[in-house]
């Protein structure tokens, strides 16, 4: 039972890719530059965890979600960040908390969950994965954790900071492809431009449909 298949049943949504904002791209590119310098040659992962690099992108999405919410016309709509990194997804949890949260800088009283192995207990995660579910949480902040497996309808926004590879990639994307309320789309956004790694994944993934349905093939669209 394929991907198209269940779109086409109904059991599940076709996705959209967002790009990043051109503005917002050459602004984290100067502060990818800027932090360079500071540190001088060092680790990517260093860079991108860096807050002069991870309060922009925060600052973008948050920014994006809550258009998103007054543009679908749905406050109840979860969103998921895929960070780049684990120290990534702490700092960006610990920025968020100061700017977004209650008695945050922005006052938007948001409320947001940090999902890695090694920070709280299973039981935490459990908790707080559930509460996400139930709709009292807005963004899970996660790096390897939740990618597969988890399945959470009102989850619409993807925010994908990092490129993913192979099946785990179709497995991340699919997250967001749950059918709720109208929602004809779920939504992916996309800071690493994951399309040279999805072209080849998707490529696969149809040549093995075509294997299987050889002249059907005609009759299945893409996943985007």
Not at 112 to 136: C, M, Y
């Amino acid at each position: 039972y394929y991907y198209n298949a269940s779109i086409a049943d109904g059991y599940t949504l076709k996705l959209i890719r967002e790009g990043i904002e051109t503005n917002y791209r050459m602004q984290l590119e100067a502060a990818l530059k800027e932090i360079e310098i500071l540190k001088g040659a060092t680790d990517k992962k260093v860079i991108y965890a860096h807050e002069r690099f991870v309060e922009p992108m925060l600052d973008y999405i948050v920014e994006d979600f809550l258009k998103s919410r007054i543009m679908y016309g749905d406050n109840t709509i979860g969103g998921m960040v895929v960070c780049d990194s684990s120290d990534q997804a702490k700092k960006m949890f610990d920025i968020f908390k100061s700017k977004y949260a209650a008695g945050g800088a922005k006052r938007k009283n948001l409320i947001a969950s940090l999902i890695l192995h090694d920070v709280g207990s299973k039981e935490d995660r459990k908790n707080d994965v559930e509460a996400f579910k139930a709709g009292k949480i807005d963004f899970l902040f996660v790096y390897n954790m939740l990618l597969t497996g988890f399945d959470a309808k009102r989850l619409k926004k993807l925010y994908v900071g990092r490129v993913i590879r192979d099946h785990n990639l179709l497995q991340t994307l699919t997250r967001v492809n749950r059918t709720y309320k109208d929602f004809r789309y779920g939504y992916v956004v996309d800071f690493a431009d994951i399309t040279t790694e999805f072209d080849k994944t998707n490529k696969a993934y149809f040549d093995e449909l075509q294997a299987e349905l050889g002249g059907e093939m005609e009759h299945y669209s893409n996943l985007f």
